[in-house]
């Protein structure tokens, strides 16, 4: 085996009983340790690879990753719907219970919330970090496994990162799974992000970073996929289930795109954009609005009433077109009660576009209403005359569907 | 190694002299015993890797997959085109005239049709079995190698599953490739999946799947992407060769995106909406079709004439935008003799909207045709009025494209 | 280890003290005979499979992959920006300084200009080669480091393949990335293809090939995405950032689709059709044009004015629908000086169709132009009346965004 070729279950931490089964966090740092010792010099410092071959193993330590050129590699990415199980009542007979693939039970005794943490401070940041094909389990949400609450964050990134690739990962029942400050280049393929309080949260600023090809779903008081001051982000090809509170949501986030996905919420504000976002665009969406049919989450109160809009526009110059929208709420689940829904709201800002987006709906709904504020919005071949609605001093162009 | 991590060549069936040379089949069935025997308690079973390095493989038996966590993976999809080496005439000069990579040869002597069988009973459903980077060849095709038929299936799935991965495959020369049922949450990525029967069929139901970024082409009689009674798929960033009888075809599916695909073939109905098929998005798709240019297929029967639609609509409240349609055929190979062919026919429904497609044709046209059941279309800047056709008792809104 | 598995680190060169170390090109070549040697039958040439692991690795001999279903992996693209590092002043104390992962330098001593070259002489065409997930760094640009320039080329195929897959590798400081030479199901995904001269190269012809869900950006006088008489390409999912002369690039190519795209450039004719570019499909993406931040490429002349169009539409029946346009120049840097820029200009053909494009640009544009020699452009709901333009000659039909 290669030096720069690690298996975290043939790793001796010098010293120590400790195991992979038995906190693989602390058999992980041992080979950063070991890494650092062995490429010391500013020439060459390529980095490694650690396996982690299908099991159970508890993390009890955080792992920091401050080297750059890790990766973090399974063989599994193990998800398996804990919110069933947990709600399944008699168990015993079932064949398995629990998450599996390269599982990583999140189990901190070290005061710490991050199953991982990427963090270093100096130059350059630290750049293609490669996360794959394992599985990060909270295992349980507090006190009814129905929470989406636990304070259990799977990866979080506390520096600036370049580069750095996450794939294939399976990501269950934590509070939030991704959360990466200052993002460059970041990419988030072909995951499995499911049944977590919040699945990614880019925050703080970043760039040109991609989330495509991933199988997502946030729990009802948090985010599928959360951006802030983010500028180049594609958003492209996902299937986002239900229950996040928002299945898109943009904060101060200019010239994004977010096409060809698949989103399905219980929820108005699917795409939800926050504070000012500019000249982002929104094109060849599915929307599913329909209310939740899990009888444990049909009493969670909802984050915003109908009238927020499937998609909250909130800025200036954003295009939002070829978009289908299908609206399957009866008229007495509607809020507030008696109300006409919104597919789009047009909230604040000036000459935002909105073209060629088709609705199916169970209920007469607008399927454009612009705000009091709004400037110069365009609203073309969206519905009828009664579909669309224009607060007092709105200005705007429209043209109904013939 | 861990005692996850197995490999078809060093594993020893108990008793027998049987190896993955000589059938890949028993051997993969002996490691998921030993896989059970090994993980016998329902709180721990993390399931295990099979790698297949590369190699040709016989496959006499049939694979069972009864254990969640699975993940076989090979090292090499290995396709090449047997259409064309069979078709070649004398290739004794050829460097090689097999396919290759991780190969397995289906030649199943159990009477099974299936490579690989998915099944469990029972609960929870079989869960993140992954299937990785190795090719399936079903060697020949009865009598002549262009018939398409075998009876070989590559994946079957009879039961339930839950987020399985299948990715990096190669397909080829088998009746059915892939056929998956009660799908949920399933990921198709990255394959390539040709010269095959049919290639993608997700059967009986499914919800929240993702068919992304493949390369596929089924053979004239078959299905590249077939999904029945699905709801929240997605279909995007394919490449869809021909030469199949359609190239995406929904059943009673609602609520479906077909967002960036680039699709092309020698018949009408390439995406093929069969009974009622509701509130489906088509966006940003490219269409090409032309005639059969390879002599051996070209006498092939159209499965369905030119008033067929390119895309055929059948069912309520889908939405058709943004796409491009290429009609490449001479007037004299338009069917039946003399048509006016058809780009999108809206054979059923209500409330759909057709809008912003563009096309480039060597013969007259029709954009859009409504049948005389269908009620309320629009029909939006997708040609002249003499590109649109309504049978009597169609209603609709109408603006050509100025 | 199985007979088809190779590891770089292990293998030795008969007779020779060349490591993968010192010379990995030749280490490669020697495994690649070696595969030869051991699959001499033409009934059975599975190929194999030569890992990569993690380490600094010089390449002096230029690796020649004349066997079909090779598979070249690592553990690791590697990539950080040389570009900033090199223009960083002092880096004494960085913590590493050179890109990492499976790190191929680019050193050739044999007077190729390849790192890797793909040929093979007779039939068939060479399938499935796969190369993933390792480092291809061409070290430093002649004389500055910001040249782009250095003669290097990382993969380059000069005879026809068939379903070649290129994913998850880094590639940087390369005059050209990669060139591929006759593609037939070519799949470039997942990759980071960044501070190369060109990125990606489709030359001499191609079809049913995809580009997807790459990070890719080029240098000022290069290509990001070049296809040329390329027929059914789909460039889908990428997140093209500057600073190439172009964004994505056709020449003689028909039949295309580019959608859910995030391009960014600094430079007009982000998308460039050259020569009879026709029936190509241009959809769901986003283009954000502004100036270039980095002050050491600031004077880099452009390469061509903002005249050009953004989109540049050379051909016929062509869709460009439904995309975001951000314009973010002051007057004072607009080219030629007191010009109006053009987001898309028709340069040639017929039967072009613009249609559901919304911009937000910071000084007055033409959303759209038509050349004098241009016929039957539509031209839908771009922009105002004042915001197109057709020189004298055209024909075309127009309608105003409301």
Redesign the interface.
């Known amino acids: 085996m ?1 030096s ?2 690690y ?1 975290v ?1 043939t790793w001796t931490i010098p010293g120590s009983a400790t195991t992979a089964e038995t906190d693989i966090g602390a058999v992980i740092n041992s080979i950063i340790a070991d890494i650092k010792a062995q490429q010391s010099s ?8 650690i396996s982690i ?4 193993y508890a993390l009890k330590t955080r792992v920091v990753i401050d ?3 890790l ?1 973090i ?1 399974g ?7 804990s919110s ?2 947990y709600n ?1 009542g008699d ?13 990583i039970r999140v189990e901190n005794t070290d005061g710490a919330a991050e199953a991982i943490l990427i963090h ?1 401070d ?3 940041r630290l ?2 970090i ?1 996360l794959a094909d394992f599985c990060l389990d909270g295992v349980s949400f507090m006190p009814d496994e129905n929470s989406y609450r636990n304070g259990k964050i799977g990866i979080r990134s506390t520096t600036a990162t ?2 750095m ?1 996450i ?2 990962l ?1 990501l269950v029942y934590l509070e939030r799974g991704i959360v990466v400050v200052d993002a460059d ?1 970041l ?1 988030i ?2 995951n ?1 992000l ?1 049944e977590c309080g919040s699945c990614v949260e880019l925050v703080g600023s970043g760039q ?3 989330v ?2 991933n ?1 997502i779903g946030a729990g009802p008081w948090g985010f599928s996929i959360f951006a802030e001051h983010h500028f ?3 958003v ?4 986002i ?1 239900p229950r996040g509170a928002s299945s898109i949501h943009l904060k101060d986030a200019a ?3 977010i ?4 989103l ?1 919420s219980f929820f108005s504000g699917m795409i939800t954009m926050e504070g000012a976002c ?4 929104v ?4 929307f ?1 609005r329909n209310p939740e049919s899990f009888p444990v989450f049909q009493d969670v109160p909802h984050p915003q009433d109908d009238l927020f809009g499937l998609v909250h526009v909130r800025g ?2 954003n ?1 939002v ?4 929208f ?1 609206f399957e709420v009866s008229s007495v689940s509607v809020q507030p009660a008696g109300a006409t829904p919104t597919l789009v709201l047009v909230a604040s800002g000036t ?1 935002n ?1 909105i ?2 987006n ?1 609705h ?1 709906a169970d209920v007469p709904v607008h399927a454009v209403v612009l705000d009091s504020s709004t400037i110069d919005t ?1 609203v ?2 969206c519905g009828t005359a009664a579909e669309f609605a224009a607060f007092p001093g709105a200005t705007f ?3 109904p ?2």
């Open positions: 290669s720069t070729t298996d279950t500013q020439q060459s410092k390529p980095g490694a690879v071959p299908p099991g159970d080297v750059s050129y990766r590699q063989a599994g990415h193990g998800f398996t719907s069933i199980r399944a168990t015993t007979n079932w064949h398995e219970i629990w998450p599996g693939g390269s599982r270093r100096g130059d350059p750049s293609s490669e370049d580069s690739r794939s294939g399976g280049a990419q393929t072909n499995m499911c040109a970073s991609m495509n090809d199988l180049g982000l594609i492209a090809g996902n299937n289930f010239n994004n795109v096409s060809a996905n698949r399905h500019d000249r982002n665009l094109s060849a969406n599915h599913l200036s110059g295009t077109v070829s978009n289908h299908s000459h576009y073209a060629t088709h199916a365009k073309l071949d162009g429209f043209r569907t013939p």
